[in-house]
């Protein structure tokens, strides 16, 4: 709706071209159709000409008459987009494109832009025998089955309060749902905003109280928990990685403090000493390196600024991650390395996740079973490769539909 104001303003003044920078970044691919179609509408009944600017090639290639690549300041090609995104010259472009996640081929890892000059490629190798983040776990690796389950889950928002119950206004958030999420399995959830996946995230952290329903880790009921150290405790094994690196860390903090404020809460470290030692040890992990510490976070960019998330959401050794639309706002070149170094941490830690995404092509690769959520009800559940090729319901079919199509394409990936 915003984003609809905003074209609104633009051909307010009758302009001859439209300068659309990153214009569905962050939004579902419902929405993103509904804005790409308004677009191209506009576009043609008003006779005015777009300059669109994305990182997402299947909107390039959905949208776009021409299209020109940028690396580092200069234009690497241009021309015709079927020939630039069909049969590119430059490496650049080549390498661009084969790093778009493919909803129709899944791969044991993301590819990467290999084509990127002068950038460390930090691969996660843990001992996690004398690593620290294997290290005084309090649980066993036990057979696969639930480690959090949904029962009956209500969320209500009270939008407008007043004395009398017929003038308050309410919004159910989230309605009755039941899902169980399994001993080191990635589960996936997906649908459009406000459909509530965030705050089924939410509710599951802990960060929401739910107006009904209950959450089971680990077979406790987390709802129902009074005694605050308990809660704790629990708290620590489950931690989240928000959807915006900009605002989810303190621009007053060095990344040192960020990293080290949930070490020292759950009392973690024997002292400073240790605690400044796990911190360069985490960046390491994340592949930022110990020097990043002593950096605020207005000096990294988008996708290190995740990283740090990542550190400090791994500082607390939690068996349950929550990762909330972690790259929606990342170039295909960043996602791609974010993406695999979760996988290499799910896998080599044992994690089990959450992942919220729109993007359903990430989803695929990156997940074992998912969820389709609608108006806060879950509508289904199946094994990605189930769901992708044989969905039940009919809202899971048109989200399905609506991906912007690009593996045609795209060469053909080896399945490495």
Known sequence: MRQRVVIALALSCGPEVIIADEPTTALDVSIQAQILDLLRKLCREKQVGMIIITHDMG??????DRVAVLYRGKLVEQGPTAKILG?????????????????DVKLRRFPVVTYIEDVKRPTVELDIATHWLGQRREFARRAAGPLVEV????????????FLARNRRTLDAVKQVNLSINEGEVFGLVGESGSGKSTVARLIAGLYTPTNGRVLFNGVDLTG???EKRMNAFRRQIQMVFQDPYSSLNPRMRVQEIVAEPIRFHRLAEGEAQTRRVVADLL????????AAQRYPHEFSGGQRQR???????????????CDEPTSALDVSIQAQILNLLKDLQEQLGLTMLFISHDL???????DRVGVMLHGQLLETAATETLFTHPEHDYTRHLLSLM??????????SAG
Do not use: W
Request: aromatic share 4%.
């Open 59 to 64: 909107v390039i290639a959905d949208v776009t």
């Open 87 to 103: 049969n590119p010259d430059h490496p650049y472009t080549r390498s661009l494109i084969s790093a778009v996640p493919r909803p």
């Open 151 to 162: 029962e009956d889950l209500g969320m209500r928002f009270v939008l407008r309060n007043a």
């Open 225 to 227: 928990l009074k005694d």
């Open 284 to 291: 390491d992990v994340v592949g930022l390196g110990a020097s």
């Open 308 to 322: 740090i998330c990542i550190a400090r959401a791994l500082a607390t050794r939690p068996r349950f991650l929550i």
């Open 361 to 367: 092509p990430v989803i695929r690769q990156m997940c």
């Open 404 to 413: 912007p199509r690009l593996q045609s394409l795209q060469p053909v990936p």
